[in-house]
């Protein structure tokens, strides 16, 4: 039997954007071990050619190099791929903001994932984020090869409805196929990453940590993480706000020093799937008060660890923590201090109660795996074949 060929294109790893590696490698390794005697995949990757940022460190060489690398370098790469003869059946963009490079793939072979419409918001929305003609027109060239596409996928129901809502492309074109949670992620003792962990915050269970696993984007609301881990500490005073993710901006390290919290939050380097889980673990709550998300991977990665979540009432959050999670509206302040501390006490004094939390945390997570995705992923490639 003709094995279908799949062409999986990923980001690239300096960009440093680790949830779309995640999806990029977790689809590549489950389609070439669940599926080596149908599917031959090929992962795409380029390394990215540095010229501006190898003579600058400023944030807009590297900025322009990434512009470069994206819409010229990437292009040439998968243009190369295309004239080999047969070479592939199927592409798949495991990232819309790549969309660009549709414009360099056969279109009716090309599927793409939607996370999110952000990347598109200066020309869906121009009003809620303005933007110079010469960003927007690099938008609209990444959006037109979005709509090109043969087939989007979407992360949720919630993103399938702002893509059908802006009219971008007809309903038989997009699908839903949740993301799954890395198999790291689990409340079982892994004692290497579990001392990894402890080397980098300490003995567990010392004080209370509560989490949060991210990027400092302003969507993610970084100022309302920081009101509300202040206010839980008047409640708490030994509490401790552990970040995973991008450093804190000008602006947020100000807040940090206006609230007198400088002491009490661990911002963590990058770190592995295994010591990330490990952290997950070692937290009394994950809290995620973004005010917009394409998934929110943080959810059923903190529940698949059997840590409480409480995320911001998005109907995308919704459908991923269900009613395992608790929510709270991203405004609202007092209300996530208040939700905090209240799960804070059940934790220290009703330990029934929170087991049964936490058990219901791992029954939520247990309905979102890479093996289902990959499934789903496999029907629409051999649907877009067909065509």
């Not at 199927?90 to 969309?99: G, M, Q």
């Not at 090309?110 to 020309?123: A, E, G, K, Q, S």
Request: aromatic fraction near 6%.
């Amino acid at each position: 039997m003709t094995k279908l060929r799949v062409a999986i294109i990923c980001d690239y790893l300096e960009e440093g954007w680790e949830s779309m590696n995640l999806v990029g490698d977790s689809l590549v390794k489950r389609l070439s071990e669940d599926y080596a005697s149908e599917i031959q995949v090929r992962q795409i990757r380029p390394i990215m050619k540095r010229r501006l940022s190898r003579v600058s460190a400023r944030g807009e060489a590297r900025n322009a190099d990434r512009f470069i690398n994206r819409f010229y370098d990437y292009s040439r790469t998968l243009k190369g791929l295309r004239n080999q003869q047969d070479a592939i059946d199927v592409y798949h963009l495991v990232d819309h903001s790549y969309s660009q490079l549709v414009h360099s793939l056969p279109a009716e072979r090309t599927l793409v994932t939607c996370h999110d419409l952000d990347t598109f918001r200066c020309v869906l929305e121009p009003e809620k984020e303005v933007r110079p003609r010469w960003f927007k027109a690099m938008t609209r060239r990444t959006l037109i090869g979005f709509q090109r596409a043969a087939h989007v996928v979407c992360d949720s129901r919630a993103t399938r409805d702002e893509v059908l809502a802006h009219k971008l492309l007809p309903p038989e074109r997009v699908s839903v196929v949740p993301l799954g949670v890395h198999p790291t992620c689990s409340p079982e003792r892994d004692a290497e990453a579990d001392a990894e962990a402890e080397r980098l915050l300490g003995v567990a269970n010392r004080t209370i940590e509560i989490l949060h696993v991210g990027s400092t984007i302003a969507r993610k609301r970084i100022d309302v993480l920081l009101d509300v881990f202040a206010g839980v500490r008047k409640r708490f005073p030994g509490a401790r706000l552990i970040r995973v993710g991008g450093a804190f901006t000008r602006a947020q390290q100000e807040q940090v020093e206006r609230l007198a919290l400088s002491d009490a939050i661990v911002s963590l380097p990058f770190i592995n799937r295994r010591v990330l889980a490990a952290v997950y673990r070692r937290a009394a709550l994950v809290v995620l008060p973004s005010e917009q998300e394409g998934f929110g991977l943080p959810v059923v990665e903190a529940m698949a660890c059997g840590t409480p979540i409480i995320a911001s009432d998005l109907p995308v959050l919704r459908e991923v923590g269900g009613e395992a999670a608790e929510y709270g509206a991203t405004a609202d302040g007092a209300a996530w201090i208040e939700i905090v501390i209240r799960l804070l006490n059940e934790r220290s004094g009703a330990s029934c109660a929170w087991e049964a939390r936490r058990a219901s945390c791992l029954a939520q997570a247990a309905k979102f795996s890479w093996a289902t995705y990959t499934n789903r992923m496999v029907e629409i490639y051999r649907n877009i074949a067909a065509r």
